[in-house]
């Protein structure tokens, strides 16, 4: 391995570790500014930049798939939004290259990742999940933040608005974010840690079983402490699914371990639980809102959207939540929101490229366990596209979501049938 190779690996490696970091500066406003009509630049965009360097002087292959042809597509058309709607254009244009962004990562990772190491790599993203639930712990017990500022982790306390909590008869609990804008954004982010881990688990990245039980313990009460029902409700599904398809190999004890730890979890909790079942109905008339301006906006702009990054923005010129800024957000449905913003034929073309992926993937030669682990990764995205707009308005959510799509496309490419 030559010495630049190494240096690459070594950035690779802390990127991945990084996803989940929030350090940033903010460089531009639009409008009323706020999370989602601003422009950042942030850590993990410089860590980025560093590899994209190393890749150009690499000369690597560029590994582009039958399915890529509807990314390009869907590119096309996120262009297009904010050329030909009446959006912010300098706003569009800015999440126009943070989308261009994240799809050359997405090539980056899959046409990179046999040169690094696909096990440390994924490594990497588990022991990343570890340290979140690590901090996500603490918070939850602290009922505060650590103070890792460095890290971008926001000042947190159950006695500040904006801050999300469980409400229980007598008083609040702060709900964990680890270093994520939200606890659902982490829920998200360990629900991909526990099932990446399952892998490590078969490929006995750890020679000590102990280890195993401990991660397990770890990841699982980290996500626990989201609080996070969509994370949770969609990793207790996939897990189900896993369960029955694994019971026949020897790893299905960790299956068995994993799910009493849950139940003993669900007992000690069962009050925090109870609270967070009652989904309020301030909370379900916000939805309600957000999905009737997403209907309303798709059939006003059905071929360019409302232009890329502009649905909150276009929201507040109803003024249907008055001076209530917090209100102001994207549908939580990332279907709608990519419909809302960048038109029908957008989301078309992006559910196109995650169709043929996931074929690809499962047609390829990946050994039986890796390839259903991934698959239900892809899965678990699917569903919560259906429940959440992290994966489309937030940089964390965007660079978990391309990084994993990198990672089941080198699956895809590097084991094709025939």
């Known amino acids: 391995m030559s010495f630049l190779l190494k240096i690459e690996k070594i950035f690779f490696y802390i990127f991945l570790f990084s ?18 009509s601003s422009a950042f630049l942030y850590f993990t965009d410089i860590v980025f930049f560093v590899l994209f360097v190393f890749w150009i002087f690499s000369k690597r292959k560029l590994v582009v798939l ?9 590119l096309l058309f996120a262009f297009l939004s904010f050329i030909f709607s009446g ?6 244009v800015y999440k126009f290259l943070k989308l261009v962004e994240f799809s050359v990562l997405y090539f980056y990772i899959k046409s990179s990742l046999d040169s690094f190491g696909f096990k440390n790599a994924v490594f990497a993203l588990v022991f990343s999940g570890v340290f979140q639930s690590f ?4 918070q939850f017990f602290s009922q505060s933040d650590v103070g890792f500022r460095i890290l971008g982790e926001t000042i947190l306390s159950p006695d500040m608005p904006g801050v999300a909590k469980i409400d229980l008869e007598d008083s609040k609990l702060m709900r964990s974010y680890g270093t994520f804008t939200h606890p659902n954004v982490l829920g998200a982010y360990l629900v991909f840690s526990l099932l990446l881990f399952f892998y490590l688990i078969k490929e006995k990245f750890f020679k000590n079983e102990f280890l195993n039980v401990v991660f397990l313990f770890i990841l699982s009460l980290g996500l626990l402490v989201s609080f996070s029902r969509s994370a949770i409700l969609v990793f207790l599904a996939v897990f189900l699914i896993l369960f029955l398809k694994f019971s026949h190999l020897k790893i299905k004890k960790y ?4 799910a009493f730890l849950w139940f003993l979890l669900f007992v000690i909790f069962f009050g925090e639980f109870s609270a967070r079942a009652n ?4 909370n379900l008339n916000l939805r309600d809102v957000y999905k009737n301006t997403s209907y309303n906006f798709i059939a006003e702009n059905p071929v360019f959207g409302v232009g890329i990054g502009n649905f909150v923005n276009e929201l507040k010129k109803t003024n249907v939540f008055g001076d209530l800024a917090w209100a102001y957000q994207p549908v939580h449905n990332t ?21 043929f992926l996931l074929k690809e993937l499962k047609q390829s030669r990946v050994d039986f366990f890796e390839k259903n682990i991934f698959l239900g990764i892809l899965f678990s995205v699917v569903l ?7 994966f489309w308005s937030f940089q964390q959510g965007s660079l978990m979501l391309f990084v994993l799509l990198g990672f089941a496309s080198f699956l895809a490419y590097t084991k094709k049938a025939g």
Not at 135 to 138: G, K, R
Not at 279 to 282: A, G, L, M, V
Not at 384 to 390: K, P, Q, S, T, V
């Open 19 to 36: 996803v989940p970091f929030q350090l940033r500066i903010l460089l531009f406003e639009w409008g009323d500014g706020g999370e989602y």
């Open 66 to 74: 039958k399915n890529d042809r509807y990314l390009f597509l869907f």
């Open 87 to 92: 959006g912010i254009f300098e706003l569009g």
């Open 135 to 138: 901090l996500a712990i603490f």
């Open 255 to 258: 299956f068995y371990l994993l």
């Open 279 to 282: 989904i309020s109905s301030e």
């Open 335 to 355: 279907y709608f929101l990519i419909a809302s913003e960048i038109g029908f034929f957008g989301l078309l073309s992006f559910m196109l490229f995650f169709v």
């Open 384 to 390: 919560l596209f259906f429940i959440d707009h992290y």
